[in-house]
C-alpha cells in the first residue's frame, strides 16, 4: 500500500513504531486520549496538535498528513535536480572541479533567487547548482584583497542550494549547504550575512521537527545585529526585523506563546520605525510582512479570529514576493478552515493550488488543510487532492 493510502491515524501508529502511545503523548506533550482519538481517525487533527506530533515523530507535517512519504517520493525532474545539487555542493566543498575559467555568474544568483521567491523550486535548483560551482571557481582564483567578497557570494550560493534542498525534503543536503554557507559567511566578514545564514539554519532545524536547536540558531540570527535605537539604516532595520519575526515564528511552533508575541512586538516595532516595506536581497520587510506573519503565528497558536481580522488589516500585500503570499493565503485558508468556512476554505486554497502548483508541492499545509475541510463541497476536496496528490480520508 502507497503512503498517502493509508490514513492519517495509520500513518501515526506506523511513524511510532515501537514506542508506545503513552510515550509519544510524554514526548509530544500531548494526553494519551488525543493520542488514541488521532490513531483512530476521529476527528481533525488541529495545527497546533500536528505540530507536537510532528516534533515527537521527527517527522514533516506533510509525512503524517500523507503528502509525503518518509523518504519523500519527488518527481524525476525534481530528482535529477536534487542529484546536480547535491553533487556541486559536496564537490565545490571538497575543492573539486573549481580549476575553471572564473565567469561573471551575477546575474546568474539573481535570477536562482527570484525564482525561489516565486515558487519555482526545480528552476531555482537548477541556477544554485551552477551558482555554487562559478562561486567556487571564482573563490579558487580570487586575488586576497578579493577574497572576502568572494567568500560571501559563495556563502549566498551555498544558502540557495540549501534552501531548495529543504524543500525538497533533502536534509542531509540541507545541513551540509548552510554549514558551508556558514563557514564562507564567517570568511566573508559580514555580520548581516552571518545572521542571514544562521536564519536559514534554524529553518532546516524548523523543517525537521528539532524545535529546540532551531529557536537556538534563531535567536542567534536576530541578537548578532540588534540595531542601536538610534540607528536608522534601513537596510540592518528590515535586516533584524525579518530575523527577530521569524524567531517569533519559531517560538510559536515551540508553544512559547509568551516568547513569541515579545518578539513579534520587537517586529511590529522594526517595521514602524521603518515605515514602509523595504526590499533586502530580494526579500520585503515592513509592516505588510510583520502582519503577514503575525496572521501565521495567531493560526498556529489556534487564534483564527485573529488571523482573519489580521488579513483584512492590510490591503496590499504586493510587496510581499510570490512565495510569501502564497503562504499568507495558506495560512487564511486554514483559518477559514478553523472557523469553518469550509468551502470559501477549499475556494482560497484552489487558487493558490491552480496558480502555482510547483509551490503547492513541496508544502505542508495544502494536506493538512484538505484533510480538514471535509465538509466542503465533495467536487473541491477531489479538485484539491489531485493537485497536491495527497488522499482526503
Given at each position: 500500500?502507497?503512503w498517502?493510502?493509508h490514513t492519517?491515524?495509520?500513518?501515526?501508529?506506523?511513524l511510532r513504531?515501537?514506542?508506545?502511545?503513552e510515550?509519544?503523548?510524554?514526548?509530544?506533550g500531548?494526553s494519551?486520549a488525543t493520542?488514541?482519538?488521532?490513531?483512530?481517525?476521529?476527528?481533525?487533527i488541529s495545527?497546533?496538535?500536528?505540530?507536537?506530533?510532528?516534533?515527537?515523530l521527527?517527522?514533516?507535517?506533510?509525512?503524517?498528513?500523507?503528502?509525503?512519504?518518509?523518504?519523500?517520493?519527488?518527481?524525476?525532474d525534481?530528482?535529477?535536480?536534487?542529484?546536480?545539487?547535491?553533487?556541486?555542493?559536496?564537490d565545490?566543498?571538497?575543492?573539486?572541479?573549481?580549476?575553471?575559467?572564473?565567469?561573471?555568474?551575477?546575474?546568474?544568483?539573481?535570477?536562482?533567487?527570484?525564482?525561489?521567491?516565486?515558487?519555482?523550486i526545480?528552476?531555482?535548483g537548477?541556477?544554485?547548482?551552477?551558482?555554487?560551482?562559478?562561486?567556487?571557481?571564482?573563490?579558487?582564483?580570487?586575488?586576497?584583497?578579493?577574497?572576502?567578497?568572494?567568500?560571501?557570494?559563495?556563502?549566498?550560493?551555498?544558502?540557495l542550494a540549501?534552501?531548495?534542498?529543504?524543500?525538497?525534503?533533502?536534509?542531509?543536503?540541507?545541513?551540509?549547504?548552510?554549514?558551508?554557507?556558514?563557514?564562507?559567511a564567517?570568511?566573508?566578514?559580514?555580520?548581516?550575512?552571518?545572521?542571514?545564514?544562521?536564519?536559514g539554519?534554524?529553518?532546516?532545524?524548523?523543517?525537521d521537527?528539532?524545535?529546540?536547536?532551531?529557536?537556538?540558531?534563531?535567536d542567534?540570527?536576530?541578537?548578532?545585529?540588534e540595531?542601536?535605537?538610534?540607528d536608522?539604516?534601513?537596510?540592518?532595520?528590515?535586516?533584524?526585523?525579518?530575523?527577530?519575526?521569524?524567531?517569533?515564528?519559531v517560538?510559536?511552533?515551540?508553544?512559547?506563546?509568551?516568547a513569541?508575541?515579545?518578539?513579534?512586538?520587537?517586529?511590529?516595532?522594526?517595521?514602524?520605525?521603518?515605515?514602509?516595506?523595504v526590499?533586502v536581497?530580494?526579500?520585503?520587510?515592513?509592516?505588510?510582512?510583520?502582519?503577514?506573519q503575525?496572521?501565521?503565528?495567531?493560526?498556529?497558536?489556534?487564534?483564527?479570529?485573529k488571523?482573519?481580522?489580521?488579513a483584512?488589516?492590510?490591503?496590499?500585500?504586493?510587496?510581499?514576493?510570490?512565495?510569501a503570499?502564497?503562504?499568507?493565503?495558506?495560512?487564511?485558508?486554514?483559518?477559514?478552515?478553523?472557523?469553518?468556512?469550509y468551502?470559501t476554505?477549499?475556494?482560497?486554497?484552489?487558487?493558490?493550488?491552480?496558480?502555482?502548483?510547483?509551490?503547492?508541492?513541496?508544502?505542508?499545509?495544502?494536506?493538512?488543510?484538505?484533510?480538514?475541510?471535509?465538509y466542503?463541497?465533495?467536487?473541491?476536496?477531489?479538485?484539491v487532492?489531485?493537485?497536491?496528490?495527497?488522499?482526503l480520508?
Amino acid at each position: 500500500m502507497k503512503w498517502n493510502e493509508h490514513t492519517t491515524g495509520q500513518r501515526i501508529k506506523l511513524l511510532r513504531g515501537a514506542v508506545t502511545q503513552e510515550e509519544l503523548a510524554e514526548k509530544a506533550g500531548l494526553s494519551i486520549a488525543t493520542i488514541r482519538k488521532a490513531e483512530q481517525d476521529r476527528g481533525h487533527i488541529s495545527l497546533p496538535t500536528l505540530l507536537r506530533l510532528a516534533h515527537a515523530l521527527g517527522a514533516d507535517i506533510s509525512v503524517i498528513v500523507g503528502q509525503q512519504a518518509p523518504r519523500r517520493a519527488m518527481l524525476a525532474d525534481d530528482r535529477t535536480t536534487l542529484r546536480e545539487l547535491s553533487r556541486t555542493v559536496h564537490d565545490t566543498a571538497a575543492g573539486i572541479g573549481t580549476d575553471r575559467e572564473p565567469v561573471d555568474f551575477a546575474d546568474d544568483l539573481v535570477a536562482g533567487w527570484d525564482a525561489y521567491r516565486a515558487g519555482r523550486i526545480g528552476v531555482a535548483g537548477q541556477f544554485a547548482a551552477s551558482c555554487v560551482r562559478d562561486a567556487a571557481t571564482v573563490l579558487a582564483d580570487a586575488a586576497e584583497d578579493r577574497r572576502m567578497v568572494a567568500c560571501g557570494v559563495l556563502a549566498d550560493a551555498y544558502r540557495l542550494a540549501a534552501y531548495v534542498a529543504n524543500q525538497l525534503g533533502a536534509r542531509d543536503l540541507a545541513y551540509a549547504a548552510i554549514g558551508h554557507a556558514a563557514n564562507r559567511a564567517r570568511q566573508g566578514g559580514d555580520p548581516v550575512r552571518e545572521a542571514c545564514v544562521a536564519s536559514g539554519r534554524s529553518w532546516v532545524y524548523l523543517r525537521d521537527a528539532r524545535l529546540d536547536d532551531a529557536e537556538r540558531t534563531a535567536d542567534i540570527s536576530y541578537t548578532s545585529i540588534e540595531p542601536a535605537y538610534s540607528d536608522r539604516d534601513p537596510v540592518l532595520l528590515a535586516t533584524y526585523g525579518w530575523h527577530v519575526t521569524f524567531a517569533a515564528v519559531v517560538a510559536a511552533r515551540r508553544g512559547n506563546t509568551v516568547a513569541a508575541e515579545d518578539l513579534l512586538s520587537q517586529g511590529f516595532a522594526a517595521a514602524a520605525r521603518l515605515g514602509r516595506d523595504v526590499m533586502v536581497n530580494g526579500t520585503a520587510f515592513g509592516p505588510a510582512a510583520v502582519t503577514a506573519q503575525a496572521l501565521g503565528i495567531a493560526v498556529s497558536t489556534g487564534k483564527a479570529g485573529k488571523a482573519l481580522n489580521l488579513a483584512k488589516e492590510v490591503h496590499d500585500w504586493s510587496s510581499l514576493h510570490q512565495a510569501a503570499q502564497n503562504r499568507l493565503q495558506l495560512d487564511i485558508a486554514l483559518a477559514q478552515c478553523d472557523t469553518r468556512q469550509y468551502d470559501t476554505c477549499l475556494d482560497t486554497l484552489l487558487t493558490v493550488c491552480k496558480e502555482h502548483p510547483e509551490w503547492v508541492r513541496h508544502q505542508t499545509l495544502p494536506g493538512v488543510i484538505a484533510q480538514r475541510a471535509g465538509y466542503a463541497t465533495t467536487a473541491r476536496s477531489r479538485k484539491v487532492a489531485k493537485i497536491i496528490g495527497a488522499t482526503l480520508a
